[in-house]
């Protein structure tokens, strides 16, 4: 009968002894134990755990809604306001995007157009409503004599989005994501103090106004960030939907007289 013990065995005689403190058996190199003599023994093993001392008390977690609102707050320009949202850290989305979309257009236009969250395009060029949504916009507006930049005093717009930052595959932004940079688009739209915000989509009236149903707010005057706002359809749903044109073709009608009306 093979008297070797089996490996269970083995493992059990070695925890045994690792327990009473043999944490070494054979060295690699031969020891001169005469030359140990009159030294200190290394303190031995005892198999125990030494206390550890407790972990620093780290305070509660920034929240991200009032560090916005505070960065917001302090911009004293769309310089300022640009450079906050650049330093802002608290938003997942910036690490997945390649560029802030801050604006485009006139800062002194009339109107100030929002739509929802920059696309590929935009977070490649760093612009909003490029692409063939920006191109269809900018058609639209062209419709009712307005542009980006238009030569004409009282003709040009001024173009932003309610997040600066690309979601990953274009999905809809989440609730505490507006929640989070909501403070942003509201100092945007005090500093650029527009007599018209367009609301373009649902995202954008869910940031302004609280509510959603693009198709039953569009065209009806309300109010958003202080200012008289009219929801539309975003022009990425009127390529999707070639049908609803005819109800933005009356919202952009709506928008013209209005202006007009404000010029008497």
């Given at each position: 009968?093979?008297?070797?013990?089996?490996?269970?065995?083995?493992?059990?005689?070695?925890?045994?002894?690792?327990?009473?403190?043999?944490?070494?058996?054979?060295?690699?190199?031969?020891?001169?134990?005469?030359?140990?003599?009159?030294?200190?023994?290394?303190?031995?093993?005892t198999g125990r755990l030494e206390p550890r001392a407790s972990p620093p008390v780290i305070g509660k977690a920034e929240d991200p809604v009032a560090a916005a609102r505070a960065a917001a707050e302090a911009a004293g320009d769309l310089a300022a306001l640009r450079a906050a949202m650049a330093d802002f850290e608290h938003c997942e989305l910036k690490r997945g995007a390649r560029n802030l979309v801050f604006a485009d257009g006139d800062p002194a236009a009339r109107v100030m157009i929002l739509g929802e969250a920059?696309?590929?395009?935009?977070?490649?060029?760093?612009?909003?409503?490029?692409?063939?949504?920006?191109?269809?916009?900018?058609?639209?507006?062209?419709?009712?004599?307005?542009?980006?930049?238009?030569?004409?005093?009282?003709?040009?717009?001024?173009?932003?989005?309610?997040?600066?930052?690309?979601?990953?595959?274009?999905?809809?932004?989440?609730?505490e994501e507006i929640a989070m940079l909501l403070p942003f688009v509201?100092?945007?739209?005090?500093?650029?103090?527009?007599?018209?915000?367009v609301l373009m989509g649902n995202i954008s009236c869910q940031a302004g106004m609280g509510q959603r149903g693009i198709t039953r707010l569009r065209g009806h005057w309300a109010q958003a960030y202080g200012k008289p706002a009219l929801p539309m359809f975003h022009p990425a749903y009127l390529l999707r939907n070639p049908a609803a044109k005819r109800e933005a073709w009356a919202d952009l009608l709506e928008l013209q007289a209005r202006l007009r009306e404000n010029m008497k």
């Amino acid at each position: 009968m093979d008297s070797q013990p089996d490996f269970h065995a083995a493992k059990a005689l070695l925890e045994w002894q690792l327990e009473l403190g043999a944490t070494e058996a054979i060295g690699d190199a031969p020891v001169n134990r005469y030359e140990l003599a009159g030294r200190e023994p290394a303190p031995r093993a005892t198999g125990r755990l030494e206390p550890r001392a407790s972990p620093p008390v780290i305070g509660k977690a920034e929240d991200p809604v009032a560090a916005a609102r505070a960065a917001a707050e302090a911009a004293g320009d769309l310089a300022a306001l640009r450079a906050a949202m650049a330093d802002f850290e608290h938003c997942e989305l910036k690490r997945g995007a390649r560029n802030l979309v801050f604006a485009d257009g006139d800062p002194a236009a009339r109107v100030m157009i929002l739509g929802e969250a920059p696309g590929r395009d935009e977070d490649r060029q760093g612009l909003p409503f490029v692409g063939r949504a920006g191109r269809l916009l900018d058609r639209m507006l062209e419709a009712i004599g307005l542009a980006r930049h238009a030569e004409a005093c009282g003709k040009s717009v001024y173009i932003s989005n309610v997040l600066p930052w690309r979601p990953p595959q274009n999905r809809d932004p989440k609730p505490e994501e507006i929640a989070m940079l909501l403070p942003f688009v509201e100092r945007h739209v005090t500093l650029v103090a527009p007599e018209i915000v367009v609301l373009m989509g649902n995202i954008s009236c869910q940031a302004g106004m609280g509510q959603r149903g693009i198709t039953r707010l569009r065209g009806h005057w309300a109010q958003a960030y202080g200012k008289p706002a009219l929801p539309m359809f975003h022009p990425a749903y009127l390529l999707r939907n070639p049908a609803a044109k005819r109800e933005a073709w009356a919202d952009l009608l709506e928008l013209q007289a209005r202006l007009r009306e404000n010029m008497k």
